[in-house]
């Protein structure tokens, strides 16, 4: 394969000899170093061999020594294939200017590709890589790629890790997303735990603390479930208190509640009536510069429709390159009211309310729910009365004295 490409690139002649003596012409080119292959005997006066392009001549001069004619039967390589250009001026400027492309073209960066992304949109990260350089139609030896990366990586908290390969025409940018620390609950802040909302007590579970309701109790927003202040009581016939301790309320608190939800919606809304007038414009996008080809500098309609699509240019293998081209049509159109179903938008609503109690309630669950609607106005109004039973209880951080245990000798046991 080695020997095949050097005779391509030096040229190769396929001649033919005959003569009264064919062997002694092959006799005297391996005497005077004619580099010769390939030989053929058509018959015993005429065979045929290979040469090289600048052992034409000489072998033409041992062939008259010994009597042959020599013709040629064929040339190959690259002398004899640019040799065709001779006379043809534009076609060498153009394969001058084709391999000058090749080879400096290459050098830039025409695709931008981002791996390893998952929370980051990628449209973020190429953001921010314009801003510090890196974009299509850039020279690539040009860039710095460690001080990009750590400028990107600044401007991007959410991300940990960052790499910029080039590969020809193609950067390749890896990435690794930062793990968020988790938030750590301070274990040592006392306070108490207070009622969200107001309900009905069903279940008290005090981890650490003292409870101040019971279950049945009717509590209101605000009111303080599990205390954080605990009286320490004194020995036995003792009418005198260590004091109190001031804790971490823990525990959970599950109590029935009523919850009242509004949603309205008018019941006309706006449909939208095409007249048939359309404007198209032409959006071409080399290297992220955009040229716009249209007959009006904007669109005239004052309410539109935008349809777009978009070609992308491709190589072989499915790489696509900065170039698009972007045919957008606006479409004109009115405004126009419309009466809505009285019923299907109260199902509509009802739904929706039931969504956002579900998404506030959490873990807890709907008990029952009713529904009341009244047309006001022009607009339904569909109200949500929902018994639930959910924990109400949430911490609240409190003040802490000097010392974990007051001493109190006033207090007395009643």
């Known amino acids: 394969m080695l020997k095949r490409t050097v005779n391509f690139l030096r040229g190769t002649v396929r001649l033919e000899a005959e003569g009264p003596f064919p062997e002694r012409f092959l006799n005297l080119c391996a005497q005077n170093q004619v580099l010769f292959w390939g030989v053929e005997w058509l018959d015993q006066t005429r065979l045929r061999l290979n040469v090289t392009r600048r052992s034409r001549a000489l072998a033409g001069q041992l062939a008259e020594r010994v009597g042959c004619t020599l013709t040629p039967a064929g040339e190959s390589g690259v002398p004899y294939f640019l040799s065709r250009f001779r006379k043809r001026y534009a076609l060498l400027v153009g394969l001058a200017l084709s391999l000058t492309a090749v080879c400096v073209l290459s050098r830039f960066v025409l695709t931008i590709d981002v791996e390893g992304n998952q929370k980051v949109p990628t449209a973020q990260i190429l953001t921010e890589l314009r801003r510090q350089g890196l974009r299509p139609g850039v020279y690539g030896p040009s860039l710095d790629q460690g001080v990009l990366v750590q400028e990107a990586l600044v401007q991007l908290p959410e991300l940990s890790w960052m790499a910029v390969n080039l590969h020809g025409t193609r950067a390749e940018v890896l990435v690794r997303e930062a793990i968020p620390k988790p938030e750590e609950e301070n274990l040592e802040q006392v306070g108490d735990i207070v009622a969200k909302s107001s309900g009905i007590l069903l279940r008290v579970e005090a981890l650490a603390g003292e409870a101040r309701f019971q279950t049945g109790d009717t509590v209101a927003e605000g009111d303080v479930l599990i205390s954080g202040s605990v009286l320490l009581e004194g020995p036995l016939y003792s009418e005198t208190n260590l004091g109190w301790q001031y804790v971490r309320a823990e525990g959970s608190v599950y109590a029935r509640t009523w919850r009242t939800m509004t949603a ?151």
């Open 264 to 414: 309205r919606l008018p019941l006309e809304s706006q449909t939208k009536t095409y007249t048939g007038e359309e404007e198209t414009r032409w959006i071409l996008n080399i290297l992220g510069q955009r040229m716009v080809f249209s007959r009006n500098s904007g669109i005239s309609f004052p309410k539109y429709d935008k349809i777009s699509r978009t070609w992308t240019a491709r190589l072989p293998g499915g790489q696509e390159m900065p170039l698009t081209l972007t045919r957008e049509t606006a479409r004109e159109y009115t405004l126009s009211a419309a009466p809505l179903d009285q019923f299907a938008v109260q199902d509509m609503l009802e739904g929706r309310l039931r969504e956002m109690l579900e998404a506030e309630l959490g873990e807890g669950e709907i008990l029952d729910a009713k529904y009341t609607a009244l047309l006001r106005d022009g607009a339904l109004e569909v109200t949500l009365l929902a018994e639930c039973r959910e924990e109400i209880g949430r911490f609240v951080p409190g003040t802490q004295p000097d010392s974990g245990v007051q001493e109190e000798h006033e207090i007395t046991n009643q």
